[in-house]
């Protein structure tokens, strides 16, 4: 893939089941979509993605949430909580301090587990009622094992999550737990639990429902539909550029199909595509190293660690798509530290958006490119966050204001506020002559 448009596709190949099929990114082998599960292309091993006999427009969507955009999905309608259908916020505060000519945060934080990975598991689990497998797996830093957790439970289906053993936020171990997932602590990285999770799905012990499966990113394309639809519906045109945080770079990913798909369809000129424009933690940047440096391929970093955990990754499996999805909307990658990221938290929160830190790094990553001059006073941006604050609330508390004792006596709380000390009454005053 080196541009903005689909492989002409006229007509679906034998394998097709009702117009749906996969093809191998590389290679072009086409593989039928439920007759037996597949992950990765058969003839090469590289990755697979989902295609149709018709491509999507906006006329064809109706409803809300994600299944308003079925037309555009392997089914009408999927195991759904249901999930979509989030905020376009405005941010005047961050608008100004940027000097932009818009600014929109989209906040994926808002779904029914409190991540974009709804989108993906509602997808991804109804194909794992096609196929009719009884057990769901996954590899997480936290967010996708949540929500594999509540929508396999809304399945009836048993659901399997490997962790990097003291690595996750309890808030999202909390989720796993309470929806019944079996949750096994890896002694390794995020990056050692997804080769786990690979050897158990190639020896057809569970279902694979990390990014990695096509299916997932089809569910995740819709944010792209809907941040193109609303901030077309309210500025009366497409936003320039799209910010994002990168972890295994499956948003980056499903937002560059989605555009291609929309060029395919006639709803979207080239020459309208949204730059996407991903952001890494410093401590986790195999996708900055790359774009930098100009290579094909990521290279895998072996340690990494980052107050981001949810982009915690030294190896992300969708870089095959997501490097092209960069290059040829015109956008790029940067890494932002872990203070830079905390300030963006704390902006958000300004503005009355509670996110998780890996969210806050595509506003982080938004303001050093402002400051580096690659994103234009004139541009209109929209920051995706994908994760609530909630999420982590230890990272939250860090990042947030202290709690002040103070006396159980009004007169002494309105003292207090008035920047006197009362908190030890006559003593603390006297210390606090001397």
């Known amino acids: ?16 089941d009702d117009g749906v099929w996969l093809t191998c990114i590389d290679c072009g082998h086409d593989v039928a979509p439920f007759d037996d599960i597949v992950y990765t292309c058969p003839e090469c091993d590289a990755l697979l993605e989902a295609r ?23 089914f009408e309608t999927g195991v759904t909580l249901p999930e979509g259908a989030t905020p376009l916020h405005y941010v005047p505060g961050l608008e100004e301090e940027l000097g932009l000519r818009n600014l929109r945060v989209k906040h994926e934080g808002m779904n029914p587990t409190g991540s974009f990975k709804d989108r993906g598991m509602t997808v991804g689990v109804r194909v794992a ?21 509540a929508y396999g439970a809304r399945a009836g289906l048993e659901t399997l999550v490997l962790l990097p053993e003291g690595k996750v936020a309890a808030g999202k171990v909390a989720q796993a737990s309470l929806h019944g997932a079996r949750i096994l602590e890896v002694d390794g990285n995020f990056d050692a639990c997804l080769d786990r999770v690979q050897d158990l799905a190639d020896r057809g012990e569970a279902y694979l429902l990390n990014s990695l ?50 060029v395919a369809g006639g709803d979207l000129a080239p020459g309208d595509v949204p730059k996407l ?45 997501a490097l ?43 303001r050093k490119l402002r400051e580096q001059g690659e ?57 606090s002559l001397l």
């Open 129 to 149: 009622e096609e196929l009719g497998v009884d057990r769901l797996a996954c590899a997480s830093t936290g967010n996708t094992s949540a929500a594999l957790a």
């Open 324 to 366: 092209p999805g960069i290059r040829e909307t015109g956008g790029t990658a940067v890494a932002v530290s872990d203070e830079e990221i905390t300030s963006a938290q704390r902006a958000l929160a300004g503005e009355g958006i509670g996110v998780e830190p890996a969210s806050a790094a595509s506003v982080a990553g938004l």
């Open 1 to 16: 893939m080196t541009d903005l448009t689909l492989p002409d596709d006229p007509d679906p190949p034998d394998c097709a």
């Open 52 to 74: 149709y006999d018709s491509h999507p427009t906006f006329d064809a969507f109706e409803g809300s949430g994600v299944w308003r955009y079925s037309a555009a999905l392997p």
């Open 375 to 431: 994103v234009g006073a004139g541009e209109d941006v929209v920051c995706l966050t994908t994760g609530h604050l909630l999420k982590d609330p230890d990272a939250a508390a860090a990042a947030g204001n202290d709690p002040q004792p103070v006396p159980n006596d009004t007169d002494k709380i309105l003292r207090h506020l008035a920047g006197e000390n009362v908190e030890g009454g006559l003593l603390s005053r006297l210390r």
């Open 213 to 262: 499966n096509p299916f997932r990113l089809e569910g995740q394309k819709t944010i792209g539909l809907e941040i193109l639809e609303e901030f077309r519906d309210d500025e009366g045109r497409f936003p320039d550029r799209i910010v994002l945080p990168v972890g295994n770079a499956g948003n980056t990913a499903a937002l560059y199909k989605c555009f291609r798909e929309l």
């Open 277 to 321: 424009t991903g952001v890494q933690a410093e401590g986790a940047a195999p996708m900055v190293e790359a774009i930098e440096e100009g290579n094909d391929e990521t290279r895998r970093w072996p340690e990494v660690e980052t107050v981001a955990t949810a982009i915690r990754i030294g190896n992300p499996v969708n870089a095959p798509k």
